[in-house]
């Protein structure tokens, strides 16, 4: 299965990008506190991608729009006979995957990530402007916690049952999981370098994530009982 084998390589990645992480900080032979001009490199370098990422969650097609090619896991040959809500077909399968708020539907995933985002970028500006000695003591419990949040948010999302506001809360958690593992990264090390390395892994964690919603949808769509398969390999 195609998105299988895409999903098990983000994977492997992930992991390999992880233990090289850890072993950098291992070896890492640190020589003062971090400045405030590298934290606010690093501070930029996380708040962008939060940006980004809260655009493509709120508006997704913005991509296509640049002529940014996205490889869909939608049918082509159904995706316009089937009615979708929140980029997800409007079946009972997906029925947890969407909320609504107001009048319009929107994807629980999608949604979490950008409240996440959002939070996380509140606390980046926080981490930016006061200045928290206990930050160096505490370096160790950021890391540790949030390489457990993400871990939790990925087993998470595996097929399995699971209500919106699950999908929301969990999903949320992710960004600010990212958070405590770049500022836990940058002051562990007191080093721009791998403050900036764990901002790259960070948006490759969250790219895994995303790759195991497609790898779920399509398995539901591969067990459910209906002909529509919309998700597809």
Not at 131 to 139: A, C, M, V
Not at 192 to 201: H, Q
């Amino acid at each position: 299965m195609r998105s299988g084998k895409i999903l098990l390589q983000y994977l492997s990645l992930s992991i390999i990008a992880t233990v090289l992480l850890v072993i950098l900080l291992i070896i890492n032979d640190r020589e003062g506190s971090v400045s405030f001009f590298e934290k606010v490199i690093v501070g930029t370098a996380f708040i962008l991608s939060c940006i980004i990422g809260i655009s493509m969650a709120v508006w997704p097609n913005w991509v296509h729009r640049l002529g940014i090619k996205v490889k869909l896991k939608i049918q082509k040959n159904q995706s316009h006979q089937i009615k979708h809500q929140g980029h997800h077909p409007v079946c009972k399968k997906f029925k947890e995957h969407t909320i609504k708020i107001g009048d319009n539907v929107y994807c629980a995933g999608c949604t979490g990530l950008a409240v996440g985002a959002g939070f996380a970028i509140v606390l980046m500006c926080i981490y930016l402007i006061i200045r928290f000695e206990s930050y160096n003591e505490l370096s160790e419990l950021f890391l540790a916690l949030g390489f457990i949040i993400i871990g939790m948010i990925l087993l998470q999302n595996m097929p399995g049952p699971g209500s919106a506001s699950t999908r929301v809360i969990s999903n949320s958690g992710l960004p600010v999981g990212c958070f405590f593992i770049v500022i836990g990264t940058l002051e562990y090390t007191g080093d721009i370098i791998p403050g900036l390395i764990a901002v790259a892994i960070s948006v490759l964690l969250v790219d895994t994530r995303i790759q195991v919603s497609n790898w779920r949808h399509v398995i539901i769509c591969k067990f459910c009982e209906n002909e529509c398969k919309v998700y597809n390999d």
